[in-house]
Structure formats: C-alpha cells, structure tokens
C-alpha cells in the first residue's frame, strides 16, 4: 500500500468535522464510496522559522543600521498654547 501526504482543512457538518479528499487522490489511489480507508492524524508544526522559508540570506544590504538617541529637547512635553482667558 502506498502512503500519501495531503494537507487538508476540517469543516464543521452539524456535530462532526469533516475533510474532504482532493479528486486526484482519490483517483491515483482508486478509493471508492463506503470504502474502508486509514487516516493518520497529525498536526503540522508551525513555527516562526517556517514563515520565514524561502527568504534567502541577508547581504551587506540588508543589514540595520544604527539610530541615534532621541534628543532631550523631544523628551519634554510640549506646553499647550493658551487659547483664552478662563473666568
């Protein structure tokens, strides 16, 4: 028997989950209506290093670059400019 990998989303039908067989599996596997099938579950493992795949290495380019400290004067708050005289 040949094992076959899909990644495949559950959908809720009333009180069950279901998942549906993509068409070209079910043909290159000849699988048939009330056909007995094994189901392996797993959960793939999503990871911060996985979104990243495929981005390629940093160069010179891309490297930060240094930014210097707020001043002192941005620190302070600012006063609110006087608008009228209050009774």
Do not use: C, Y
């Not at 989303?9 to 989950?17: A, N, V």
């Not at 209506?33 to 981005?55: M, Q, S, V, W, Y």
């Not at 380019?61 to 009774?87: H, I, L």
């Amino acid at each position: 028997m040949r094992k076959t990998t899909i990644l495949a989303k559950t959908r809720r039908e009333g009180d069950t989950l279901t998942v549906t067989l993509p068409r070209e599996l079910v043909e290159e596997n000849d699988i048939h209506e009330n056909e007995l099938i094994e189901i392996t579950i797993k959960k793939p493992r999503i990871d911060g290093f996985g979104a990243l795949r495929g981005i390629g290495s940093m160069n010179p380019d891309d490297e930060p670059t240094a930014v210097p400290p707020p001043s002192s004067a941005a620190n302070k708050p600012r006063k609110r400019p006087q608008t009228g005289k209050r009774a």
